[in-house]
């Protein structure tokens, strides 16, 4: 088993702007920060070749901005915070 813990820091350098997929809709979202801490706890577990699963935390420090797209191609704001997990499968 492996422990690090990170910290991720950064900001917009462009403004950006989402467009659905199918429509014209469009979203700028607002412009923000990014402080995160990211602490990481690696295990192996190897059945034939494919480690099952890693996941990653992150704890979002600042409430951060993303436009989410619905099944009817409207966009809407979503503010994410708090803790967020990554999960990877890994075969080889």
Do not use: C
Request: glycine share 6%.
């Amino acid at each position: 088993m492996e422990f690090h813990i990170g910290v991720e820091t950064v900001g917009a350098l462009v403004d950006t702007t989402v467009t659905a997929s199918s429509d014209n809709a469009k979203q700028a979202p607002p412009a923000y920060s990014i402080a995160r801490i990211v602490p990481q706890v690696h295990a192996l577990l190897e059945i034939w070749k494919v480690s099952p699963w890693t996941v990653t935390g992150r704890y979002l420090v600042r409430t951060e901005n993303t436009v989410l797209e619905t099944e009817t191609h409207a966009l809407f704001l979503k503010q994410v915070k708090d803790w967020k997990g990554i999960g990877t499968l890994t075969g080889m």
